[in-house]
């Protein structure tokens, strides 16, 4: 596991340094100017998403790489090291999307997610899943650059073929000082039956959860400092479903 997780390490710092080689290229070639790419880097002390940790508590390093085309369309690659107990110690997801800026206040966003989960055991269920999702997101309602964003999430077939998982999530983000940022995000998990959120928490009490986080952020050269809370009504009994308060530095490129 500490191979792979070097591997990926390595992997994540040459991606940023192609990416870097690109945008220099691409500022060159007419053939590109419609296209613009992007990326970051980010060390966090635990990599909790959607009400739970992925790494059983411990670190994280991920990465991103993503272009754009001035039309709105854009693909992305996320990477993160991962711990959940399925053979796979990567986490390697492919997107594909549209961004429509209505006016200066108002944006639409459709997006195509392949979740996947290289090198996990074969003799256990499929672990990998396809998203879809839609988002609405309104800008400098309160005050200027705040954020207002709400999204749908579905999956027909989700983690380990559990069927349909529906979420409903929503956030808010507010500049409370000059680079410094607050922000709220509540989510809500509906799975396909009683079963399916069984094999997945461990009680066939529930079909349904609901996360949050609360936290903050620095901008500083590039650089994002980030310190947060998370929490669910996931099964306690689960110890990955604990609580956590996370700080992540994060490098933009």
């Not at 739970?52 to 001035?70: F, N, V």
């Not at 392949?114 to 990998?128: E, V």
Request: net charge negative; glycine share 6%.
């Amino acid at each position: 596991m500490q191979k792979l997780k070097n591997k990926l390490v390595c992997g994540l710092w040459l991606v940023m340094a192609i990416s870097s080689v690109h945008a220099e290229n691409v500022e060159e070639s007419s053939v590109f100017k419609d296209f613009s790419t992007s990326g970051t880097v980010s060390f966090l002390t635990d990599y909790y998403s959607r009400g739970y940790s992925q790494t059983e508590g411990d670190p994280a390093i991920q990465g991103t790489l993503r272009i754009d085309h001035d039309s709105g369309l854009y693909a992305q690659i996320f990477a993160s090291n991962s711990e959940l107990d399925i053979g796979s110690s990567i986490e390697l997801d492919y997107y594909l999307g549209y961004d429509y800026l209505v006016n200066d206040h108002f944006k639409l966003n459709i997006q195509y997610g392949d979740i996947n989960y290289p090198g996990s055991d074969k003799s256990l269920t499929d672990a990998d899943y396809e998203e879809y999702s839609i988002a609405a997101t309104g800008m400098s309602l309160l005050t200027e650059d705040d954020a207002l964003n709400f999204t749908f999430y579905y999956s027909p077939e989700y983690f380990f073929n559990t069927g349909k998982m529906l979420r409903y999530e929503a956030s808010y983000n507010y500049p409370i000082a000059k680079n410094w940022n607050t922000y709220a995000q509540v989510g809500y998990n509906k799975f396909s039956s009683h079963d399916a959120y069984d094999v997945l928490w461990a009680t066939d009490q529930e079909d349904s959860y609901y996360d949050y986080k609360v936290g903050g952020n620095y901008n500083y050269n590039d650089f994002i400092f980030d310190l947060y809370y998370v929490d669910s009504n996931i099964n306690k009994d689960l110890t990955y479903a604990d609580d956590a308060v996370i700080f992540s530095i994060t490098k933009e490129f």
